[in-house]
């Protein structure tokens, strides 16, 4: 199986500031990356697809990048409602998988 | 608007079997698939199969064959699955999902596993 690393783990940023976060996968993807969004109780939320398509009603300032095996979510200003897991999902092979998740709070 | 809607939570005990619901509405059942995503503390995010709402058709994690069985009933647009032979290492919550890309997600049903 592909194995997903996402770092960091926890990361903590203040209002207003630009965020960016890491998906690094074990072999080439082939840009077959997602991000997804979950919040504290909830189940998570698509934010982007195929590396840097923003999903339906997703806010603008959420954007991604990559190629191969390295990806990147970036959030141009966090935003207090940001707070939440962050996880990566590769469907480039069978089995999909999911990183282990990057915990944004507010400083 | 697209929503998935679960059944309850579980309390099972070990040696048992359950099965999970995910009601579909707001767009055509049969145009999407339905994938289920497992999620503990532990393990994170673990995807177990997806299943052809048209067809029947499913693909599984190899690490779910066995334990999981994926089923549809297009009459009532709800997918199912079905956890069996349960162990304590099943106690998770379990998510179906639209599509191979999850992009809408059902609430998630707590199966707790516990003699």
């Known amino acids: 199986d592909i194995q997903m690393t996402q770092s960091p783990s926890f990361l903590s940023a203040s209002v207003g500031e630009r965020v960016t976060l890491s998906c690094k996968a074990s072999q080439n993807i082939n840009k077959y990356l997602d991000w997804y969004q979950q919040k504290l109780g909830e189940a998570p939320k698509l934010l982007i697809y195929n590396t840097n398509n923003l999903h339906t009603g997703i806010p603008s300032r959420f954007s991604g990048s990559g190629s191969g095996t390295d990806y990147t979510l970036t959030i141009s200003s966090l935003q207090p409602e940001d707070v939440a897991t962050y996880f990566c999902l590769q469907r480039n092979s069978w089995p999909n998988t999911f990183g282990a998740g990057t915990k944004l709070e507010l400083k | 608007q697209v929503q998935l809607q679960q059944s309850g939570a579980e309390l099972a005990k070990p040696g048992s079997s359950v099965k999970i619901s995910c009601k579909a509405s707001?767009?055509?059942?049969?145009?999407?698939?339905i994938s289920w995503i497992k999620q503990t503390t532990g393990q994170g995010l673990e995807y177990i199969g997806y299943?052809?709402?048209?067809?029947?058709?499913?693909n599984y994690n190899e690490k779910f064959k066995g334990k999981a069985t994926l089923t549809v009933d297009k009459s009532s647009s709800t997918a199912f699955m079905q956890l069996s032979s349960l162990t304590p290492d099943d106690s998770a919550v379990y998510y179906c999902a639209r599509r191979a890309t999850p992009d809408y997600w059902g609430q998630g049903v707590m199966v707790t596993v516990s003699s």
């Open positions: 707001g767009y055509t059942f049969t145009s999407y698939y």
């Open positions: 299943i052809n709402t048209g067809s029947g058709g499913t």
